[in-house]
T-cell receptor, first 112, second 114 residues
Framework: QQPVQSPQAVILREGEDAVINCSSS?????VHWYRQKHGEAPVFLMI?????EQKGHEKISASFNEKKQQSSLYLTASQLSYSGTYFC?????????????FGKGTLLTVNP | DAGITQSPRHKVTETGTPVTLRCHQT?????MYWYRQDPGHGLRLIHY???????DKGEVSDGYSVSRSKTEDFLLTLESATSSQTSVYFC?????????????FGPGTRLLVL
């Protein structure tokens, strides 16, 4: 089942923060976050495997809740380069062949 | 860049014609995937492969077939192209990035079916 991402779109000014959510109706094995610039391929940001895990680097981080059904991506002090569409890809518990199901994406626009 | 290329990068074709897209990788990855991306739908899995001659269907496989006769090449064929198959097609491989198993995407193929 396709995970649900929210919001669908968000507009920020440089320096503002944003949170993007990814929810599943099933327990997940992992959540993968990607960013895609217009006309380009999705680029891997990070993966979360453990319930309660938080990880990231500097201004982009993510969490995976204890029940392993929701993940959030945090972008702090946003920069113009953060603009793009963010996707979560989920792997269900008990899944195989490393198959991911992707949400519909969240379009993030950062303005000067 | 995980050594993954796609060809052609752009293609315009007519309804009813067969079309084959190629995904080529140079690093001996076992798992390969074909996705299509359409506005409002995100990335949807068409077919995937877990080894030479081992393939399986994804969620939107109707009208598509795949073949993998050698590790490095994964071919996607549209048997009789329709306008609804106008899309951007991404190939991906499962690999280790930043110490974690995840998927890495090729540059994509833009297909227009007239």
């Amino acid at each position: 089942q396709q995970p649900v991402q929210s919001p669908q779109a968000v507009i920020l000014r440089e320096g503002e923060d944003a949170v993007i959510n990814c929810s599943s109706s099933k327990a997940l094995y992992s959540v993968h976050w990607y960013r895609q610039k217009h006309g380009e391929a999705p680029v891997f940001l990070m993966i979360l495997l453990k319930g309660g895990e938080q990880k990231g680097h500097e201004k982009i981080s993510a969490s995976f809740n204890e029940k392993k059904q929701q993940s959030s991506l945090y972008l702090t002090a946003s920069q113009l380069s953060y603009s793009g569409t963010y996707f979560c890809g989920t792997e269900v518990s008990g899944g195989s062949n490393y198959k991911l199901t992707f949400g519909k994406g969240t379009l993030l626009t950062v303005n000067p | 860049d995980a050594g993954i290329t796609q060809s052609p990068r752009h293609k315009v074709t007519e309804t009813g014609t067969p079309v084959t897209l190629r995904c080529h990788q140079t690093e001996n990855h076992r798992y390969m995937y074909w996705y299509r991306q359409d506005p409002g739908h995100g990335l949807r899995l068409i077919h995937y492969s877990y080894g030479v001659k081992d393939t399986d269907k994804g969620e939107v496989s109707d009208g598509y077939s795949v073949s993998r006769s050698k590790t490095e090449d994964f071919l996607l064929t549209l048997e009789s192209a329709t306008s609804s198959q106008t899309s951007v097609y991404f190939c991906a491989i499962s690999t280790i990035l930043a110490g974690e198993e995840t998927q890495y995407f090729g540059p994509g193929t833009r297909l227009l079916v007239l």
